[in-house]
């Protein structure tokens, strides 16, 4: 039962499976004929298009052609629109050209460029029928236009390029560095304000062109560049800039001076010129040529090396006038007063030095950077050559000049002040040295000092020996030595001499006393002793009354002239003189008090005893006193 149960539900399933794949088969046999009859319908529909196609190309190409005819049109009528606004354009720049640049330069300039643009519009449509005719004529109105443009430039820059008063400059300075008055004394530089350059001051330059006028010629010059007038450009701006710098340094006062003209000067006269030079090299540079270099600079922004060549040429005279002083001082003849005033010299070129090689920076001064190097290294030179000079001139000074009184001679107090400058001047000879050579600049300046004073104590060696008095020679080298010793522990001059060298020339001071002391008054002193054959020293047996009167005679004529003559003489030291009179006091008084005590009673008791004996002690204190103040024989009779 359950077999044919099964059995009959498999053969319906397969029946069921027949009856549909017999419809599918039904329907994929329509859906063919479907798809043919599509084909057949669509190869159609392109037969259509394709003839359709065919009948439409000549209209697509009159179309299409009739387009472009259009655009041409459109494109001629704005071409012809163009050439007639430029034919506007070449009337409109005409007027403004033939008007000149002077009213309105900013139009004056558009019309120029407006000019150009047409040159060019023309320039690339040269078929045109009036192109070559509308580009004669502007190039015409072009040409007419620069040499207008050259000539307002000129007058422009010339008119505003005056001379800088000098007051004005001298506002510039920092207050410091003001003199009293524009020149002479005012500009002179002393020993004693040397160093003032050195603080940290503030230069403010001048405005040298009005602040309206630089951008009008800054686009003048810019204009004429493009349009190939370097060469003019370049000979307006050195000519009316070059005038000005060299006109504000003659009114400040530089003058171009060469060797001979030097010479000739008294030396009042060229010292004081040479304090105002180094004052006008401070003021050139820092002032004068810093504003000139901000005007080329605006002038021709732009123009870095066309900027650099008009600033060195427009100043490249005024820097010659300027160094040509400082070149004919550095060339005339030595003199040792020069030294300190060519130290100056030196002193503000190594100052300016480095801001002149800032402002001449560029290839096209590059002479003028080695003019003023080739001048601060010739100013070193010379002085390092004075310097060895001065040495030789102490050694050798055989100056005429008598100091009869025996004191601090001329020649003593000129080298000592010299050297005290050395020390006000030391940071600038050590930097000198070191110009030359490698060396210990300390070691070096206490070294040629020394030999200075060494100069100096032969040269008084030599003058002490005219002395016939041999006391006066001690008392001359006293003074002139106790004299140099006294100023450099006084100054800071001893810091390159040292202790060593005071305390050693205090005790040559020390051994000319003593030796004027011997010669002196050991002769005088013999005068109150006698020699008393098997005497205790203390009696007065065996002594005659005429050997007695005799010892006071010859003390009190001996006494006498060394109080007239030394009396004249001169100890210019109040404390050395004392200290001289007190030695001599204290070997002097004693001896006369013990002779006059032993012997005087021999001659007290005799005839007209005041004939011998003269003098108390008191007296000759009194006397002592009056040595060595440099009396004349009148003053000390009326002291009688």
């Given at each position: 039962?359950?077999?044919?149960?099964?059995?009959?539900?498999?053969d319906?399933?397969?029946?069921?499976?027949?009856?549909?794949?017999a419809?599918?088969?039904?329907c994929?046999?329509?859906?063919q004929?479907?798809?043919?009859?599509?084909?057949?319908?669509?190869?159609?529909?392109?037969?259509?298009?394709?003839?359709l196609?065919?009948?439409?190309?000549?209209?697509?190409?009159?179309?299409?052609?009739?387009?472009?005819?259009?655009e041409?049109?459109?494109?001629?009528?704005?071409?012809?629109?163009?050439?007639?606004v430029?034919f506007?354009?070449?009337?409109?720049a005409e007027?403004?050209?033939?008007?000149?640049?002077?009213?309105?330069?900013e139009?004056?300039?558009?019309?120029?460029?407006?000019l150009k643009?047409?040159?060019r519009?023309?320039?690339?449509?040269?078929?045109?029928?009036?192109?070559?005719?509308?580009?004669?004529?502007?190039?015409?109105l072009?040409?007419?236009?620069?040499?207008?443009?050259?000539?307002?430039?000129?007058?422009?820059?010339?008119?505003?390029?005056?001379p800088?008063?000098t007051?004005?400059?001298?506002?510039?300075l920092?207050?410091?560095?003001?003199?009293?008055?524009?020149?002479g004394?005012?500009g002179?530089k002393?020993?004693?304000?040397h160093?003032?350059?050195?603080?940290n001051?503030?230069y403010?330059?001048?405005?040298?062109?009005?602040?309206?006028?630089?951008?009008?010629?800054?686009d003048l010059?810019q204009?004429?560049?493009?349009t190939?007038q370097?060469?003019q450009v370049?000979?307006i701006?050195?000519?009316a800039?070059?005038?000005?710098?060299?006109?504000?340094?003659?009114?400040l006062?530089?003058?171009?001076?060469?060797?001979?003209?030097?010479?000739?000067?008294?030396?009042?006269?060229?010292?004081?010129?040479i304090?105002?030079?180094?004052?006008?090299?401070?003021i050139?540079?820092?002032?004068?040529?810093?504003?000139?270099?901000?005007?080329?600079?605006?002038?021709?922004?732009?123009?870095e090396s066309?900027?650099?060549?008009?600033f060195?040429?427009?100043?490249a005279?005024?820097?010659?006038?300027l160094?040509?002083?400082?070149?004919a001082?550095?060339k005339?003849?030595?003199?040792?007063?020069?030294l300190?005033?060519?130290l100056?010299?030196?002193?503000?070129?190594?100052?300016?030095?480095p801001e002149?090689?800032t402002?001449?920076?560029?290839?096209?001064?590059?002479e003028?950077?080695?003019?003023?190097?080739?001048?601060?290294?010739?100013?070193a030179e010379?002085?390092?050559?004075?310097f060895?000079?001065?040495?030789?001139?102490?050694?050798?000074?055989?100056?005429?000049?008598?100091?009869?009184?025996?004191?601090v001679?001329?020649?003593?107090?000129?080298?000592?002040?010299?050297?005290?400058?050395?020390f006000?001047?030391?940071?600038?000879?050590?930097?000198?040295?070191?110009?030359?050579?490698?060396?210990?600049?300390?070691?070096?300046?206490?070294?040629?000092?020394?030999?200075?004073?060494?100069?100096?104590?032969?040269?008084l060696?030599?003058?002490?020996?005219h002395?016939k008095?041999?006391?006066l020679t001690?008392?001359?080298?006293?003074?002139?030595?106790?004299?140099?010793v006294r100023s450099?522990?006084?100054?800071?001059?001893?810091?390159?001499l040292?202790d060593?060298?005071?305390?050693?020339?205090r005790?040559?001071?020390?051994?000319?006393?003593?030796?004027?002391?011997?010669i002196s008054?050991?002769k005088?002193?013999?005068?109150l002793?006698?020699?008393?054959?098997g005497?205790?020293?203390?009696?007065?047996?065996?002594?005659?009354r005429?050997?007695?009167?005799?010892?006071f005679?010859?003390?009190?004529?001996?006494?006498?002239?060394?109080h007239?003559?030394?009396?004249?003489w001169?100890?210019?030291d109040?404390?050395?003189?004392e200290?001289?009179?007190?030695?001599v006091?204290e070997?002097?008084?004693?001896a006369y008090?013990?002779?006059?005590k032993?012997?005087?009673?021999?001659?007290?008791?005799?005839?007209?005893?005041?004939?011998?004996?003269?003098?108390q002690?008191?007296?000759?204190?009194?006397?002592?006193?009056?040595?060595?103040?440099?009396?004349?024989?009148?003053?000390?009779?009326?002291?009688?």
């Amino acid at each position: 039962m359950q077999n044919q149960t099964t059995m009959g539900f498999n053969d319906l399933t397969m029946e069921t499976l027949r009856d549909r794949a017999a419809t599918m088969k039904d329907c994929l046999a329509r859906s063919q004929i479907i798809t043919d009859s599509m084909t057949s319908i669509l190869g159609s529909f392109d037969l259509r298009l394709s003839a359709l196609e065919s009948a439409m190309r000549p209209t697509q190409i009159k179309t299409h052609s009739m387009r472009k005819a259009h655009e041409n049109i459109d494109k001629t009528l704005k071409f012809a629109d163009a050439v007639l606004v430029q034919f506007d354009l070449v009337k409109q720049a005409e007027s403004e050209i033939l008007r000149g640049p002077h009213e309105d330069l900013e139009s004056y300039l558009e019309a120029v460029n407006q000019l150009k643009n047409i040159v060019r519009f023309f320039s690339t449509n040269k078929n045109l029928k009036s192109s070559i005719g509308v580009i004669t004529h502007s190039t015409t109105l072009l040409q007419k236009a620069s040499l207008m443009l050259e000539e307002e430039f000129r007058q422009l820059l010339t008119s505003c390029s005056k001379p800088v008063e000098t007051d004005r400059l001298l506002d510039c300075l920092p207050a410091s560095l003001r003199p009293s008055t524009a020149h002479g004394e005012g500009g002179k530089k002393t020993h004693s304000d040397h160093n003032k350059s050195s603080e940290n001051v503030v230069y403010r330059p001048p405005t040298l062109l009005p602040p309206k006028v630089v951008p009008l010629l800054h686009d003048l010059a810019q204009q004429m560049l493009q349009t190939g007038q370097q060469q003019q450009v370049f000979i307006i701006y050195r000519e009316a800039r070059s005038s000005c710098m060299e006109n504000s340094l003659k009114k400040l006062g530089v003058e171009r001076l060469g060797k001979d003209d030097v010479q000739k000067m008294q030396w009042e006269v060229l010292e004081a010129k040479i304090g105002n030079w180094i004052h006008f090299v401070r003021i050139a540079v820092k002032l004068l040529f810093a504003a000139e270099r901000k005007v080329s600079d605006q002038v021709f922004d732009g123009k870095e090396s066309f900027m650099d060549q008009c600033f060195a040429e427009a100043t490249a005279g005024s820097v010659s006038l300027l160094l040509s002083f400082g070149e004919a001082i550095a060339k005339s003849k030595r003199s040792p007063e020069k030294l300190f005033v060519l130290l100056d010299m030196y002193e503000i070129m190594k100052e300016v030095q480095p801001e002149f090689n800032t402002l001449y920076a560029s290839i096209n001064a590059a002479e003028l950077r080695e003019s003023v190097s080739a001048l601060t290294k010739r100013l070193a030179e010379t002085a390092q050559e004075t310097f060895v000079d001065f040495e030789e001139a102490v050694e050798k000074d055989a100056t005429k000049t008598a100091v009869l009184d025996g004191t601090v001679h001329p020649l003593t107090s000129y080298v000592i002040n010299y050297v005290k400058f050395l020390f006000d001047y030391q940071s600038t000879l050590k930097q000198l040295f070191l110009e030359f050579e490698e060396i210990d600049p300390d070691a070096q300046l206490a070294k040629i000092t020394t030999r200075i004073m060494q100069a100096l104590q032969n040269n008084l060696d030599g003058k002490s020996k005219h002395y016939k008095d041999q006391a006066l020679t001690q008392i001359f080298m006293m003074n002139n030595i106790h004299y140099a010793v006294r100023s450099v522990r006084r100054s800071e001059a001893k810091d390159m001499l040292g202790d060593d060298w005071v305390q050693i020339h205090r005790r040559v001071v020390q051994q000319h006393a003593n030796q004027y002391k011997r010669i002196s008054w050991s002769k005088i002193l013999q005068c109150l002793t006698v020699q008393v054959a098997g005497g205790d020293g203390i009696s007065t047996a065996g002594v005659s009354r005429a050997t007695v009167k005799e010892k006071f005679k010859t003390f009190n004529t001996q006494f006498e002239e060394l109080h007239q003559k030394q009396s004249q003489w001169t100890v210019p030291d109040s404390e050395l003189r004392e200290s001289l009179r007190l030695a001599v006091a204290e070997v002097l008084l004693p001896a006369y008090r013990s002779f006059r005590k032993r012997f005087g009673p021999l001659i007290e008791g005799g005839k007209n005893p005041t004939k011998y004996i003269r003098f108390q002690p008191e007296d000759l204190e009194r006397m002592l006193a009056e040595f060595f103040e440099g009396k004349t024989l009148q003053e000390q009779k009326r002291l009688v």
